[in-house]
């Protein structure tokens, strides 16, 4: 059976897009940009490709975004 995943994925690519691996380490970063109400893409272009066009990614992110809003500075017991 072929794997339709990769091809999708393949379909959506956009130049720069900095992938999926890329966007783990800085996603705190790009939220905390984004909730100063300043723009992430312009520090993280690539990440901001990757979001736009996978929705996995884009998933995590609005769930990061969402729980950064809901409990703010909130610091870790």
């Avoid at 705190?28 to 940009?33: G, L, P, R, S, T």
């Avoid at 893409?41 to 929705?55: D, M, N």
Wanted: aromatic share 4%; charged share 30%.
């Amino acid at each position: 059976m072929t794997d339709f995943r990769e091809l999708d994925e393949l379909l959506r690519a956009e130049q720069g897009d900095a992938g999926c691996d890329a966007g783990v380490p800085i996603m705190e970063q790009y939220v905390e940009m984004e909730l100063r109400g300043q723009d992430p893409g312009a520090r993280f272009p690539g990440t901001a490709i990757h979001l736009r066009v996978c929705p996995g990614c884009q998933a995590d992110h609005d769930g990061v975004l969402e729980a950064a809003r809901r409990l703010g500075d909130v610091a870790p017991e």
